[in-house]
């Protein structure tokens, strides 16, 4: 089964800036849906932002206007870039193929002063 490859988080401070990115090294990448969910320490995973193969997009409402998801078909990979970063949005992120290869390692993201 074809693994996503995901890039390493970090610990930002509050207002600051990440982009994450999430590598799908399998030759179908650009025929499905992809997404970003995240799991807070304790809580369920929930949805986070989705792109479709037309690049339409679709946003969580807690990060609506601060997140923006991205994807680039010729290198096979998924972006989230994340702005105005807040401490409630410390999480692991995942990336998702909305196909075979499900799911992404996760990456921790670690919002704090």
């Known amino acids: 089964q074809v693994q996503l490859v995901q890039s390493r988080g970090g610990l930002v401070q509050p207002g600051g800036s990440l982009r994450l990115s999430c590598e799908d090294p399998?030759?179908?990448?650009?025929?499905?849906?992809m997404a970003w969910y995240r799991q807070a320490r304790g809580k369920q995973r929930e949805f986070v932002a989705d792109?479709?193969?037309?690049?339409?997009?679709n946003y969580a409402f807690a990060v609506k206007g601060r997140f923006t998801i991205s994807r680039n078909n010729t290198v096979k990979t998924l972006y989230l870039q994340m702005n105005s970063l807040k401490p409630e949005d410390t999480a692991v992120y995942y990336c998702r193929q909305y196909g075979p290869s499900g799911w992404g390692q996760g990456t921790q993201v670690t919002v704090s002063t």
């Open positions: 792109i479709a193969t037309d690049g339409i997009t």
């Open positions: 399998g030759s179908t990448f650009e025929i499905y849906r």
